[in-house]
């Protein structure tokens, strides 16, 4: 049971705009046990329209259409699958009579265009839109012995995913073989892929009935793992059972087995033994703060901090004396350090965080002139000891601090992981 | 004359991968003046991917698969396209002896496998790539009358797109009728893309040559013009005349005009006014900091400020007395000015910024308690006076954040344009 997901739309023919609905799409249909094998970008062209359509139909045993289902003339996913089907479409009245309800409940006139969206493909059924005025359609049918199911999405994200899944979805789940899936996904930073591969391979390959994918990017490995069974009960337990395997084999560099990301878990840690952060940043210029304030409830574990770019910033802000900087230069293990130890005692956190670093593209000045760009030193002060790290990152400026920020949140896991402490 | 793009690779029909190649593609396309029609993209499937091969080169012109081209099992694009075209692959002796060549330098054993990545199709020229082991390959040909330029590129971004940019847009070009392109790109803040349709469309609409795209998305309204000439005078021409109308109907509301970002703005125009900045953040977290730090060379005006996230900080880093955060409540007009002053005051830049609301999802407390999620206040401190301005925002946390940070960034512009002081 493959499917085909079809985004209709010039705008998404050009370089500045991409197809979304179809990773949504696919995780749905991926939950019903069906495999999407194809996607099509097609624009409003009629003729282009109904030839992918064809095809889709033809090589896909479900076609899902996003798009296309507006009241103007680019508006043509309705006449392309119904020709592509070899049926008519049919204004439906009691739509059109419901749509002129609409219009006259808010005192307006509807414009003639819009009686295109009461246009039913035979034998579809409609599918009512909460969020918008284009309605979907659903439609099983045969063709050549072969069962198709088609079914028209509206295009925008907010009209076409609570359509999927409040209508959608239980109906396909009533068409197609009863399948229940259970996922994980176990999320590592800055471990290399290979790594991860060469130790995690040998355990799930046996596991011939669990889907697994390794997904690297941003400083963070995932393993998704995907089983599909007749009852959730068996699925579920599948992978659990791998998760467990690969968790004794990986240790403490899973930070995550339910999808929260690394600053979510940092200050779930946090939370857990009452401890509070404040952070002293220079070459991540406030990104490290911003992807922790991001998490909602933050303000009970991360106080904030200082954002230290300039030299005299540091002085001001985290008390780091002024020669420190002037002789070590900012870009060094002592300022780091100075910097930590600053931002604890002004803030009163239990833990000091700070980053100091070469982002590039141009290099330091003064004493750092001769350092290379992704020089980076992070520190975390914990008011008894302060424990430093020295990084040498490759990439351009926003690589250089992304995983800097990334390498100050794996060092506060670690240190509470490790810590009897706290 | 146009284009389909094949995207080969089971990762993106999985709901965690999507191919971007096809951005860039299309933006390359474009400017030798060909449009595409389809992007497909299909698995690791040699049935699957014949089909696609199959479609696309009887319905585009050209055909630009990605991906596919590595040594392993999975690889086919060589085979489908091959298949499709009706052709055969001849394992090209002298790409083979170049492979061993470049193991034994690096005194390795070729893994047999390797030797498929000799492969060429019958016809085709075959492209070097600098960057990886996976050749390109170029064939232009004649089906049933009709000519067909078929492209194979590596799918990793780092090899596919030096390939397209120094072999192939080189040779799509001779093979073309000669196209020039102009672009331009006009950016505005924080209008609603309703307004901007309403007064550009009688302008843009008479430029029937010029074709023009509005993009709204993230606090901002882009609209996009090309034209497409055979002389890149007369399509810069016809670009620079709309871009001119354009700006005169809509003023100062254009923050740039050839591509920059709000925040590249603000601190251009800072720089060429020898001011310097610092912000005190509440709700953004860092936000703001960290966008206009991403700026290379941001450091010159840009110099840092303070995460005053808890009220304590507010005190601490920005000298806003507590009484007052515990009367007004954090989120207030009198604690945004005190804020923007304060910070001004501690860093000695010439503006202060502060932000400070209430992101969600949970309300605030104290006497922020009854106060919506969403109300903002930011304030601009010069020294001479402070301008606050309170802003009600929409949607969830991540959404009411970056648009503060863009009312923040907008707030300095319009400051900076309307005064005469600086």
Redesign the interface.
Known sequence: MIAEIIAAGS????????D?NS??L??QL?DLGV?????????D?LE?LT??AR?AIS?ADIVIFSGGLGPTEDDLTREAAAAALGVEVRRDPSLLAEMYKRYAARKMVMPPNNAKQADVIEGATVLANANGSAPGQFLETTIGGYRKIVILLPGPPGELKPMFAQVVKPMLAAALPPQHLARRTLRMALIPESQVDARTAPIYKEFTDVET?I?AGHGEI?L?FVASKTTLYEAQGRVDELTGLVEAEMEDAIFSSHGENLEEVVLLMMGLRHLTL??A?S????????R???V????RY?????????D??KT??AGVPAELVATEGPVSEPVAKALAEGIRA???ASFGISITGIA???PGTGPDAEKPIGLVYIALADGSQTRVKELNLLGN??RI?WWASQHALELIRVTLLESQAF
Chains 1, 2 share one sequence.
């Open positions: 705008e998404m023919l050009t370089p500045y705009r991409q979304t990773l949504y696919t995780e991926n495999q999407v094998a194809f996607k099509t970008i097609v624009g062209n282009h030839g992918a095809n090589r994918t997904l995932q998704h404040a952070a940043e070459c991540t210029g406030g990104l490290l703060a911003s922790l304030t991001a909602p409830g933050s303000s991360f106080l904030g901090g200082a954002v230290v770019y300039s005299a910033l001001t802000f002004r803030t009163g590039g593209p141009t400026r926003d601090r």
